[in-house]
């Protein structure tokens, strides 16, 4: 039992010291993004008009392509035993959800940047007065 215990605490510790040097990068990264962000501007209603282009050009044809490659996963999962048939079942109903979310964003990125465009528009007059 104490040879147990001693491992875990080992692996504890180790897990502890791998996450520090982690913390540490994201606290950089952060600073940088701060500083990066702080020295320019960004017109965001432009940004999220290219988003929204952006979308409903490459949306649909992704959402295919990510139906196609489902299709395939379940394919191959046929073609092995049960214990490996289920896990690529499993990795063809993630990407069926993935496609149909790109679909419903794509199609609906026109109703969605044009309410954003409106709400930032009234909060920029609402803290201009």
């Known amino acids: 039992m104490g ?3 001693e491992i875990r605490i080992k ?3 180790r897990s502890i010291c791998t996450k520090i040097p982690l913390i540490g990068m994201l606290t950089f990264l952060a600073a940088v993004k701060y500083t990066y962000a702080a020295a320019f501007t960004f017109d965001i209603i432009g ?5 929204q282009t952006l979308l409903m ?3 649909p044809i992704l959402s295919a392509l990510l139906f196609i490659i489902a299709g395939i996963f379940y394919a191959l999962g046929q073609l092995f035993p049960s214990y490996q048939r289920a896990s690529f079942h499993t990795t063809a109903i993630d990407i069926i959800i993935g ?3 790109v679909a419903v964003l ?3 990125s026109n109703g969605f940047a044009l309410a954003s ?3 930032l528009s009234n909060l920029t007059i ?3 007065t």
């Open 3 to 5: 040879i147990i215990k």
């Open 106 to 108: 794509s199609f609906a």
């Open 117 to 119: 465009t409106h709400l």
């Open 11 to 13: 692996g504890a510790a």
């Open 126 to 128: 609402a803290n201009a």
């Open 57 to 59: 050009q490459i949306g």
């Open 47 to 51: 940004t999220l008009s290219y988003v």
């Open 99 to 101: 496609a149909i979310i």
